[in-house]
């Protein structure tokens, strides 16, 4: 970056703006989460800081306190900041403010949810509408074979263009974006395109900037790979990863970016988790709503009351309504009035939980509402209800008539993301028995088992974050009837019923029917002798299929609730 003071004859003074602010709806505080061990706006920083056409860098944010982080770390950086105090969706007047008060002359646009950025590449803009001052703004060009640079998150342009493209913003939509109004009106503004530098040229279109989990998981799996390579966290570097591992752009090509135009819709999700009850569901409703995020651009927050599952939630950036509101009475009157809209409710409640007739009048009439699991009298007044497995006791996949419409099968599987990432792997089977239970004294009976067999066998005693490698390394899963069953026969390990109940009992019966799979359950009486037989039978059977992922079903089936007249 060259010296922040600008000579006397030399009025192309050229400033950097970091936009950024922390309440992102789909990734809260996305700024400071960690690609390897540095964060976002680091890796950002440091590209932008070997910028040789670059005078001054500020980062421009808006005066919210939840912006004060940002603040404190410009600070740090030694570099200058804005906030704008007005409103903190004028996006474009809150760019040219910034630029006015900051004397900027060339702006450059640097989002601050792009860590990937190239400085040769933002030098060369710079330089060539220095060579063109009758251009408004600098796009970059194709090259010879028709590929596109994969810079992404940066735009050149003078003070003056971003005035006028302000000004001539005059609808919502127009203002909260980074001036799409100079690419959607040609005859107002003229553009130069330049040529970039060849090595962040790509034959494939991806996106690299970071709005949802999916995007995080990219980069890091970025980083990863490279640092095995011994490579540098780099455009250059990436891109030729991409060449050599095409695999790696499945991680986040689902996710959906966002049209300036599109409106989008805020999800509840209520559930629950803990206990007796597990965290099966609480995966389930985390990789819905992950989806929800990441393929319409819908955020999701939850409420729940089990204090291992907020974290699990907050750790992968989800907001949660406080905890004393609970699931059991939150559609009483007292408790309706105090809630934030909601375009969409989704309910993953336990069998325990019923709530009282009448329950959706105090909601919204345009609020949708979803119910995963359960089909009760009570779920009748929901829009629909989804059965992710094949145990319902329903005659077809999908009703029609009167609401609610129900999905049921196993095309509404939902596989979390962990999973199914693992079902294209190949891993060693060096575990013969996995045991998930919830009862102490049905532990104390596996363990006595283990005692007196040579197998190798492995016993959960509480939420287990590597609860998925373990499974895929397991040759047989024994545990009350739930949602790793799926889980299980996804990864090839069968599954082994020890029901907690008759509903798990008959549930597990209509699995293993509708999967085709032997049924294999550990009876009430068991006796030692049993549980070896038992175990011995599953570890000779294989669970046939692939089991995949119907998550994608599910966001399509809730997405066409908002389409229908």
Known sequence: MRSCNTFAG???????????????????AKQF?????????????????????????????SAESENAPLLSWSTAQGISSYSYPGDVNRVTTRLRRAAENF??????????????????????????????????????TSDSHGCLPALQGVSVAWRRTWQRADDLSDRQPLKEHHFPILYQ??????????????????????RY????????????????????????????????????DPSLLAINSHVHQKGVEEQSRK???????????????????????????????????????????????????FRLLPREITPPDLFTPEKIPRLPFFDLIILDLNSNNTLPAGWRGGLSRTTKVVVLDRLNDWTQE????????VTAQIQTNKTTGAPPAILAGRDYVILRREISRLTRNKVAKDIDLL?????????????????????????????????????????????????????????????????????????ARSFYRNLGLKPIMVPDDLREDELATTINMALGEQTGDTMKDGTPNIVREIKSLFEQP
């Open 10 to 28: 030399q009025p192309e003074r050229t400033v950097a703006f970091i936009v950024a602010r922390l309440g992102s709806s789909r990734l809260p």
């Open 33 to 61: 989460r960690k690609i390897g061990r540095t964060t976002l706006l680091d890796w950002l920083l440091d590209e932008l800081m070997k910028c040789r056409e670059i005078d001054q860098i500020v980062l421009a944010t």
């Open 103 to 140: 004397s900027a002359d060339i702006c450059v646009l640097v989002s601050g949810d792009c860590p990937l950025i190239h400085a040769p590449a933002i030098d060369r803009m710079v330089s060539a509408l220095k060579r063109h001052p009758e251009a408004d703004f600098i796009a970059a």
């Open 185 to 206: 009106r040609p005859d107002l503004f003229t553009c130069h395109q330049v040529t970039l530098p060849k090595e962040i040229y790509a034959p494939f279109h991806h």
């Open 209 to 244: 900037s970071i709005d949802t989990w999916a995007d995080l998981e990219f980069h890091n799996a970025l980083y990863n790979t490279l640092a095995d390579k011994n490579s540098p966290y780099s455009l250059p570097a990436a891109i030729e990863l991409l060449r050599q």
């Open 267 to 317: 999800v509840l999700m209520v559930m629950d988790a803990g206990g007796d009850y597990g965290y099966g569901h609480l995966m389930r409703s985390r990789e819905l709503a992950l989806q929800l995020t990441e393929r319409l651009g819908w955020p999701c927050t939850f409420l729940t009351g089990d204090q291992e599952a907020r974290s699990s939630l907050r750790a992968v950036g």
């Open 382 to 389: 929901s829009d629909l209800v989804i059965i992710p497995g």
């Open 435 to 507: 045991v998930y239970l919830h009862h102490k004294w049905q532990q104390d009976v596996i363990r006595k088992f283990a005692g007196k067999t040579d197998l190798s066998v492995h016993v959960i005693e509480q939420q287990c974050t590597n609860f998925h490698h373990l499974l895929a390394r397991s040759r047989v899963l024994l545990s009350g009837f739930g949602v790793s069953f799926y889980e299980a026969v996804a990864l090839g390990t069968y599954p082994v019923t020890w029901p907690f109940s008759a509903a798990h009992d008959r549930d």
